[in-house]
């Protein structure tokens, strides 16, 4: 199972950049990012899902319309891509909902997916799940099952799709996946770590793995874009790694392999013999 998904954001909607969020300033480049993915998939009729920033529907709806008018499934990304263990359960409610509710104007229609900025639920933060519950998601794509920047969550064992139970009900969890090499696990599939691995390793640990999730933005393909010296070591290593080659690459990658989105691969999913996870966080 290849499922593909993008977080829809610009070059500086990063919380690792600054903590300035007055972002009218800056140079607008999402839109011919967005075209250009949008334009590589309907080539081969190929549906995703895009997880979409709350801020970019209410400043720039017509990205969000296009991705949706070509029948890919959208989700959440959060207002403007706060961590989520920054925030208190209450912030994190009216963050999550004001995101929902400017995307769902945007596009006329109910979304049921959500995934955290930076994958930034974590162990310490488990009450995030039991609010999206609360606020109609059926599906998650927060956990990451490795460590991480910020933490990650390792505790969630084997890779692949879970049923979480939370005192609210339960959530559909799609986690990041990883290879595993001399007991660590590593995360190719998406983001930075896409762009720094070579190509054909890529394909390798691709095809040994029966779930796939992938996470793109559209930065990772604009080798042109801004740079933020206040950016150090290794996280700006990360940030601009790969971006020259990075398309042609990912473009590649669709070749050779089949993706499907979030709601298709829930229906090929035998939710009956899957993992079910008790999550507590008090």
């Not at 339960?170 to 691995?197: T, Y």
């Not at 790694?241 to 229906?267: C, M, P, R």
Request: aromatic share 18%; hydrophobic share 40%; net charge neutral.
């Amino acid at each position: 199972m290849n499922i593909l998904t993008f977080d829809i954001e610009d070059w500086y909607n990063v919380d690792f950049v600054t903590q300035d969020f007055n972002w009218d300033k800056y140079e607008v480049r999402i839109y011919n990012g967005v075209d250009r993915i949008l334009e590589r998939l309907e080539r081969d009729k190929i549906t995703a899902t895009f997880f979409c920033l709350g801020w970019l529907a209410e400043k720039h709806p017509n990205i969000i319309k296009r991705i949706d008018k070509l029948g890919h499934h959208i989700g959440c990304h959060s207002y403007q891509h706060q961590l989520a263990f920054r925030f208190t359960p209450e912030e994190f409610r009216l963050d999550t909902e004001k995101a929902k509710k400017l995307i769902e104007d945007a596009i006329g229609k109910e979304i049921n997916a959500f995934r955290a900025p930076g994958f930034s639920i974590t162990k310490n933060n488990l009450w995030a799940l039991d609010i999206l519950i609360q606020l109609g998601f059926k599906y998650d794509c927060s956990l990451f099952p490795a460590k991480h920047d910020y933490g990650g969550y390792p505790d969630y064992g084997t890779v692949g799709p879970s049923i979480l139970k939370l005192p609210s009900g339960f959530i559909k969890e799609f986690p990041i996946n990883f290879h595993q090499i001399l007991g660590k696990n590593l995360v190719f599939s998406g983001g930075g770590f896409f762009r720094l691995f070579p190509y054909w390793l890529i394909k390798r640990w691709s095809e040994n793995s029966k779930y796939l999730m992938t996470y793109f933005h559209p930065r990772d393909f604009d080798p042109d874009q801004p740079i933020f010296e206040s950016q150090k070591g290794f996280r700006k290593f990360k940030s601009y790694v790969g971006l020259k080659n990075s398309f042609s690459k990912f473009n590649q990658y669709l070749d050779d392999f089949e993706f499907i989105d979030i709601e298709k691969a829930d229906t090929l999913v035998n939710w009956d013999k899957i993992k079910s996870l008790e999550v507590n966080f008090e």
